[in-house]
């Protein structure tokens, strides 16, 4: 592999790198926008 | 691939650099994800019953990403026949890009994510029936009929006709008649569709040993059954106007895009040879297309408009 090769395998590693990082970052937040959703009003409904 | 220099081989070029994020975003197919969105989109407009739009976005994420993930496994098992398939050629895994193995995971991996945040988030039937697409898109179209049988894209196209009906079961959490119409119209429209693409890239499909109409029944039978299938094509997208799923404005444009529909079946059958023949399947097609969009289209804005006036307090009435 040469060395031109080489920078494009780490670039193209690191974009996926990142592109996996964002989707689990994105997965997380769906997970808490939805049971904000399911739950509406009553997250707030627990005894104190 | 001529023009992008690839070449016609089954050979698989290991790959140099690594995939991109790009490739894997063509592994899912962006095309045929559009069109499944939007008709799971337009099914979970029509569906009775309120659902949370947060719930409803999350829920035609999860349907995209299903049938990305469907896509990627269909590439993974047909990339043997891609790579000699000049309008697969320069798919991913052919053109070495991804290696089969990372197709195989990450259709995978979309699969049970998707599957199971539709299930969690939103209701098990629609998490079900998006389950039973995508594996009915491997395992009985991808695995089982595309290389045995030339009934291949009429039995498989149920796969690709699942959505409205997951749209409607997201928002419902039921199956009623209304959905089955919907999953009928996209399972009648598959075979004129694809057979339009397969009378001109018969050679292809020959080449390939896929046993497409055109290369087992001839040229002429499958013109036939365009022509059938087109005519029960228009007769079962009308059924919306009777059940009152589609109105007045469905009614007129389900005619008349019908009519354009069956005209163009029509010069299919009619021109057989040379560049016209070609021409006029290219043109069924590609009109093909814009039928069903146009058909789903206007359903979708007389519920939209029909939404708008319950929420003003008028009776669409």
């Known amino acids: 592999m040469s060395d031109e090769e080489q920078r494009e395998w780490e670039r193209r590693r690191k974009m996926r790198s990142v592109a996996i990082a964002l989707a689990l970052a994105a997965l997380v937040a769906l997970f808490y926008i939805a049971t904000i959703a399911r739950l509406g009003g009553n997250v707030l409904n627990r005894p104190l | 691939m001529a023009e992008l220099g690839i070449p016609l081989s089954s050979s698989r070029p290991a790959p140099l650099v690594g995939a991109s994020v790009a490739d894997f975003i063509q592994l899912m197919k962006p095309r045929v994800m559009s069109l499944v969105v939007f008709t799971a989109f337009t099914g979970l407009m029509l569906a009775p019953g309120q659902l ?64 199971t945040t539709l299930g969690l988030v939103v209701n098990w039937l ?81 080449r390939v040993g896929v046993p497409m109409l055109p290369v087992v029944a001839g040229a002429d039978a499958t013109r036939k059954q365009i022509v059938i299938y087109s005519t029960l094509l228009v007769i079962v997208a009308f059924l919306p106007a009777l059940l009152n799923l ?72």
Not at chain 2, 95 to 103: K, N, Q
């Open chain 2, 126 to 206: 629609a998490g079900a029936l998006l389950a039973l697409t995508i594996a009915f898109y491997l395992f009985v179209y991808t695995i089982w009929l595309k290389r045995r049988t030339p009934h291949n894209i009429v039995i498989g196209g149920a796969a690709g006709a699942f959505p409205p009906m997951i749209g409607w079961a997201a928002a419902s959490g039921g199956i009623s008649l209304e959905s089955f119409v919907l999953f009928l119209i996209i399972f009648m429209w598959t075979p004129p569709h694809f057979w339009a693409l397969a009378l001109y890239r018969a050679r292809d499909y020959e």
């Open chain 2, 52 to 115: 949370n739009p947060v719930l409803a976005s999350i829920a035609i994420l999860c349907i995209a990403v299903g049938a990305g993930a469907s896509g990627a496994l269909n590439m993974w098992y047909d990339a043997d026949i891609d790579a000699r398939m000049q309008r697969t050629a320069g798919r991913p895994i052919p053109r070495g890009a991804v290696s089969p193995e990372e197709a195989l995971t990450f259709g995978v991996i979309l699969s049970i994510g998707s599957v």
């Open chain 2, 246 to 317: 589609g109105g007045a404005a469905y009614a007129l444009t389900t005619i008349v895009a019908g009519g354009v529909l069956l005209a163009r079946a029509l010069a299919v059958h009619r021109v057989r040879h040379g560049r016209a023949a070609e021409r006029a399947a290219r043109r069924l097609f590609a009109y093909s297309i814009v039928y069903l969009f146009v058909l789903f289209a206007v359903l979708l804005l007389e519920a939209a408009f029909g939404r708008y006036l319950s929420l003003s307090g008028v009776s669409p009435a």
